[in-house]
């Protein structure tokens, strides 16, 4: 069964998009087609149908596929929990925690997991697109590679290279790469693609003709830039649109290890919600309405960062002045009283004071719940689907006043005024029932949007901007 695999000249340069565009085009011809890919480095995780967890933006390529996550689609997840150390998760399952060096040597171990999950897919599906990871061309990782050559070569997938031309050098991007590549692996590369590009495609003609004759690959196209692709699950939270219209503001911290962040994808895209993704060194704003604390990767560390950004005292002003606060897992560890790590779980064993905005504890658990969880919300009595992701265990006088209901008991907890609420629950904000009636509670104006289905419409979109711009027939003539 035949794959192809879209590589990039850097990080950021669009290959999530693109393969899920292409995913989507795949299936619009009536194939059956998976996505893979082989290595992800990402904090913002999806809960797989077989209970463990992938990249978010293998979640969204899954859907561009019209598939439900699994974890073959990314064999192996690194989450970052320092600047030099993450935690290693193979087939959904995490592995160990690694510093870089220590990752250098177990990485060769873990090309058997990535092809015994690449097998199963092919065997299942008429076509399987593959996403690489950061770029070819950094060969001082190329020893025991599992996510470019390493593993185009092993699987013997043939391999289009994808250039930004909106952070300028492209004709460097792509010929440099060529150059610096052992020869082995250049040959796997059959063709490449143009990304990102502002204006009229045609001023670029010259230099798509050099690059063709200098690499001697086939060209697929010059792909224009995509206006709405801030409307699909970001895998950054960088990519997050803030947003300068709607009467109710809501503000989310950037932590510096934040997880998770799919919940402010709908909130983006309400029409009457003003969105802020505050950056360190921003100080909340005084008009904000609710102030979202996500999800944490590390949470001690984190909690550390919000308050050297002073915004422990912001939030504290915030509150006063009538102010809504929801913690989403880590942020709802933040809001208690303290979080206890005696088994050095997340870093060092120790324990740190909380926010005290919640009279709560948390100590943290080696064991981790992954899961998709039916909730109704305590409030509004309003059922939604989320999703659990986390080490911890959250106890105390506040959980009485639950967020939510779910088949395990109460969820959550809130604040004996009911304006600071917290919740292990992710992805609550995608359901367009809950949403709108959370928000109106709150004084926001009514909605009406369709958080899916504007994901699947611009899924479709994205696969047109495709077919009308790339040489999708030769692309996929390519795969074996």
Not at 27 to 48: F, I
Not at 216 to 226: I, K, M, R
């Amino acid at each position: 069964m035949p794959a192809l695999m879209i590589q990039g000249t850097g990080s950021n340069v669009g290959k999530s998009v693109l393969v899920a565009g292409l995913a989507r085009a795949a299936r619009a011809r009536g194939l059956s087609v998976a996505p893979l890919k082989p290595q992800n480095m990402s904090n913002n995780a999806a809960v797989t149908s077989d209970g463990g967890e992938i990249g978010r933006a293998q979640a969204l390529q899954a859907l561009a596929c019209g598939l439900a996550p699994h974890t073959d689609m990314n064999p192996v997840l690194l989450k970052p929990e320092s600047e030099t150390g993450a935690q290693v998760v193979v087939q959904g399952k995490r592995l160990t925690t690694a510093r870089a060096r220590d990752y250098a040597r177990l990485k060769p171990t873990l090309m058997a997991s990535v092809l015994d999950s690449f097998e199963r897919l092919k065997t299942a599906h008429d076509l399987v697109i593959v996403e690489g990871a950061g770029s070819p061309a950094e060969i001082n990782l190329r020893a025991g590679d599992i996510a470019n050559m390493g593993f185009a070569r092993a699987s013997d997938t043939p391999v289009v290279l994808a250039g930004d031309i909106d952070r300028g050098g492209v004709i460097a991007q792509l010929v440099g790469t060529q150059t610096i590549l052992d020869p082995e692996d250049a040959a796997l590369i059959k063709g490449f693609l143009i990304n990102k590009f502002r204006g009229d495609p045609s001023l670029f003609d010259d230099g798509f003709r050099y690059i063709e004759k200098r690499t001697g690959w086939s060209g697929f196209g010059t792909l224009p830039w995509f206006t709405e692709a801030w409307k699909l699950p970001a895998e950054d939270a960088l990519d997050i649109r803030s947003s300068a219209d709607g009467s109710f503001h809501v503000v989310a911290l950037t932590f510096s290890r934040i997880a998770n962040f799919d919940d402010m994808d709908p909130l983006a895209q309400e029409p009457g919600v003003r969105l802020t993704m505050l950056k360190a060194g921003e100080a909340i704003p005084g008009d904000a309405d609710l102030v979202i604390l996500p999800g944490s990767k590390s949470t001690r560390d984190d909690l550390a960062f919000l308050r050297a950004q002073g915004w422990d005292v912001d939030l504290t002003a915030h509150h006063r002045r009538g102010g809504h606060i929801l913690g989403i897992c880590g942020g709802y560890q933040m809001l208690g009283t303290t979080i206890r790590d005696t088994e050095g779980i997340e870093g060092a064993p120790g324990e740190m004071t909380g926010l005290g905005l919640l009279d709560v504890t948390t100590e943290m658990t080696a064991e981790k719940r992954l899961t998709e969880t039916p909730a109704t919300h305590a409030a509004s009595a309003l059922p939604f689907l989320g999703y659990e992701i986390h080490k911890g265990r959250t106890t105390g006088a506040d959980t009485a006043r639950p967020f939510a209901r779910t088949d395990n008991g109460p969820e959550g907890a809130t604040s004996a005024d009911g304006r600071i609420t917290g919740s292990y629950l992710h992805g609550m904000f995608r359901d367009d029932g809950f949403r709108a009636a959370y928000l109106k509670a709150l004084g926001a104006p009514a909605s009406e949007s369709a958080y899916g289905d504007t994901v699947e419409k611009t899924l479709d979109a994205l696969a047109r901007h495709m077919e009308d711009h790339l040489d999708l027939d030769g692309l996929f003539s390519l795969a074996r």
